[in-house]
Nanobody, 111 residues
Framework: QVQLVESGGGLVQAGGSLRLSCVASGIIFRLNAMRWYRQVPGKQREWVAGISSSGSTNYADSVKGRFTISRDNAKNTVYLQMNSLKPEDTAVYYC?????WGRGTLVTVSS
């Protein structure tokens, strides 16, 4: 089965940290660039971070210096380490590979 499954979301206080995970199945994981997106109710989904098959990374300006994307090809898993969280980071976070999307995991940052 071809799928992406996110986990790790939850409720955290502003300034706290959270690590999201996304496990991929049914794809040749090591050959795929992986991406994290997020979506707030009433807004379009926005790109957050990406990591290439070779491990190069890039981030949206809003999360630079706070978030870190990484991958473990042996585990078919991509991570998003989120530090210094802000209330505006509250969103459903989605994992993406090519045209494949996960169901999302909710991150709520309280003031």
């Amino acid at each position: 089965q071809v799928q992406l499954v996110e986990s790790g979301g939850g409720l955290v206080q502003a300034g706290g940290s959270l690590r999201l995970s996304c496990v991929a199945s049914g794809i040749i994981f090591r050959l795929n660039a992986m991406r994290w997106y997020r979506q707030v109710p009433g807004k379009q989904r926005e790109w957050v971070a990406g990591i290439s098959s070779s491990g190069s990374t890039n981030y949206a300006d809003s999360v630079k210096g706070r978030f870190t994307i990484s991958r473990d090809n042996a585990k078919n898993t991509v991570y998003l380490q989120m530090n210094s969280l802000k209330p505006e980071d509250t969103a459903v976070y989605y994992c993406n590979a090519q045209s494949l999307w996960g169901r999302g995991t909710l991150v709520t940052v309280s003031s």
